[in-house]
Nanobody, 118 residues
Framework: EVQLVESGGGLVQPGGSLRLSCAAS????????MSWVRQAPGKGLEWVSS????????YYAESMKGRFTISRDNAKNTLYLQMNSLKSEDTAVHYC???????????WGQGTQVTVSS
């Protein structure tokens, strides 16, 4: 059974930092690209960032470039998202998402809440 369990969310002041983690199990983690997707209150899903299966390639939404860093540790089956210079508009539930062998996503974690507020 595929499981994706996020952690690391919380309340942070504007300009602060958080590091999200996603512990993966039930599949060969190193074989798949992974992504972070978020949903702000009252809004639709927004792609945040993706990383290739070996970590060699990373991709970011324009508004996250320079502030967020996606990474993975295939030995630990864990995906990360380092978020710096957080803004109020980063407030959202952040989901860890597993890529498929072709395109798209097939499994989602339960999400972790990130709240940026003074």
């Amino acid at each position: 059974e595929v499981q994706l369990v996020e952690s690391g969310g919380g309340l942070v002041q504007p300009g602060g930092s958080l590091r999200l983690s996603c512990a993966a199990s039930g599949f060969t983690f190193s074989d798949y690209a992974m992504s972070w997707v978020r949903q702000a209150p009252g809004k639709g899903l927004e792609w945040v960032s993706s990383i290739s299966s070996n970590g060699g390639s990373t991709y970011y939404a324009e508004s996250m470039k320079g502030r967020f860093t996606i990474s993975r540790d295939n030995a630990k089956n864990t995906l990360y998202l380092q978020m710096n210079s957080l803004k109020s508009e980063d407030t959202a539930v952040h989901y860890c998402v597993k890529g498929t062998s072709t395109v798209g996503y097939d499994y989602w974690g339960q999400g972790t809440q990130v709240t940026v507020s003074s």
